[in-house]
T-cell receptor, first 113, second 115 residues
Framework: DQQVKQNSPSLSVQEGRISILNCDYTNSMFDYFLWYKKYPAEGPTFLIS?????DKNEDGRFTVFLNKSAKHLSLHIVPSQPGDSAVYFC????????????FGQGTTLQVKP | NAGVMQNPRHLVRRRGQEARLRCSPMKGHSHVYWYRQLPEEGLKFMVY????????ESGMPKERFSAEFPKEGPSILRIQQVVRGDSAAYFCASSPQKGSQETQYFGPGTRLLVL
């Protein structure tokens, strides 16, 4: 039962353009969502989050949008830079309130110079 | 302030051997989570511990796997009698307190290869 899904395994974007990474979820009880970025041979690093009471959160070049009715969130990176090339995971804490995270499968972003 | 530390970074074991993975949380963090990433998949929760207590082990395989977080020292994930299917990257994360709003900080992972 995949509660958090990232249906695009990979995305390739030209430097300077917008990258849009998508994530769908099935559990309407999720109250918080996070995006993590992961480079090869490293652990995931926190990027940006959004509470379910908001529909948008912005931090510099990164903006996350939440559409609760569609159970969909997206991460926008503008402008994309080659250093953004990494695997991006969306995640949500499960409803048990232990803080454990449920991750999507990840999307590999390649930003071409 | 050092980040989350994991060792070893790479571990090679033959089938039937034991694997011990260590995780030292960030200073001041008393909550540790272990996740496993199989090839081409996302991270899957395994176990959540606080000092001297296992809080949630719902993601742990029923056999061969165990975890601890003693009063002193790192958290240990132990895999007995490893099989090839245990080959994966194992990540631990720490946070200062539990709850959905707290960001978890991840270590660099231990890549286990079972021959």
């Amino acid at each position: 039962d995949q509660q958090v899904k990232q249906n695009s395994p990979s995305l390739s974007v030209q430097e300077g353009r917008i990258s849009i990474l998508n994530c769908d979820y099935t559990n309407s009880m999720f109250d918080y969502f996070l995006w993590y970025k992961k480079y090869p041979a490293e652990g995931p690093t926190f990027l940006i989050s959004i509470s379910s009471i908001k529909d948008k959160n912005e931090d510099g070049r990164f903006t996350v949008f939440l559409n609760k009715s569609a159970k969909h969130l997206s991460l926008h990176i503008v402008p994309s830079q080659p250093g953004d090339s990494a695997v991006y995971f969306c995640a949500a804490p499960d409803s048990s309130n232990t803080g454990k995270l449920i991750f999507g499968q990840g999307t590999t972003l390649q930003v071409k110079p | 302030n050092a980040g989350v530390m994991q060792n070893p970074r790479h571990l090679v074991r033959r089938r039937g051997q034991e694997a011990r993975l260590r995780c030292s949380p960030m200073k001041g963090h008393s909550h540790v989570y272990w996740y496993r990433q199989l090839p081409e998949e996302g991270l899957k929760f395994m176990v959540y511990l606080q000092k001297e207590n296992i809080i949630d082990e719902s993601g742990m395989p029923k056999e061969r796997f165990s975890a601890e977080f003693p009063k002193e020292g790192p958290s240990i994930l132990r895999i007995q009698q490893v099989v090839r299917g245990d080959s994966a990257a194992y990540f631990c994360a720490s946070s200062p307190q539990k709850g959905s709003q707290e960001t978890q900080y991840f270590g660099p992972g231990t890549r286990l290869l079972v021959l």
